[in-house]
């Protein structure tokens, strides 16, 4: 999953009670490699955390596998990478059906959590992040023409180019069969996010008197 899908996830694992704190782990999730900083908030920690285990349930989940092999096979080496833009594609399309609010109340609301919890940012996240909200990246996801962007700016630093055009290709000429996957795959991936949130947040630590 791309940065949409994993801010969106952290709200659904939390429940009724949205955790902010959930929101920026997911977002930090593909910034921070390694032992997740003990100095970062408990609920950060447990956000990419949860970022880790979507990624890991994803690379397994029968659906997503699915539309990888839809994929031409001179490109399968990037395909998981593709269908994680492709998921934010459709979850923009149809966010307001599987996650209850508009696309562009929740866009709103997770700029403004993330920057709230800038000064948690290593350097590239920050620069990243004021990217993402100055062109509403998050919004614009609703069109292909960003997910082509995004995927040609990964290919092209991996030296691997040529497969944009064929997998964009595939992804015009089978669009219904990717939009379909995805409307199995992602209820798994929210139930998924619940389940393990369920047995992993950490208690709330209150003040001694």
Request: include cysteine.
């Amino acid at each position: 999953m791309n940065f949409l899908a994993h801010c969106a996830l952290s709200v659904s694992g939390s429940g009724t009670a949205e955790n902010p704190k959930y929101v920026v782990g997911g977002f930090l999730g593909d910034f921070v490699k390694g032992a997740v900083p003990s100095d970062f908030p408990a609920d950060i920690q447990t956000g990419i955390r949860l970022h880790r285990r979507i990624d890991a349930f994803s690379a397994v989940q029968s659906d997503i596998k699915t539309s990888v092999a839809r994929l031409p096979a001179a490109t399968r080496r990037l395909a998981p990478v593709f269908i994680d833009l492709v998921a934010d594609h459709f979850l923009a399309r149809h966010f307001e059906t599987v996650q209850g609010e508009s696309l562009a109340a929740f866009t709103s609301r997770t700029y403004a959590i993330l920057g709230a919890h800038e000064a948690h940012f290593p350097i590239d996240a920050a620069r990243f992040f004021h990217f993402m909200r100055d062109h509403d990246l998050l919004g614009r996801y609703v069109e292909v023409d960003p997910i082509e962007r995004a995927f040609r700016r990964i290919a092209e630093r991996l030296r691997r180019a040529e497969a944009v055009r064929e997998s964009m290709a595939a992804l015009r000429a089978g669009y219904r069969e990717f939009e379909e996957d995805f409307l199995r795959y992602y209820p798994a991936l929210q139930t998924h996010a619940v389940e393990w949130l369920a047995g992993n947040q950490r208690p709330a630590v209150t003040a001694a008197p």
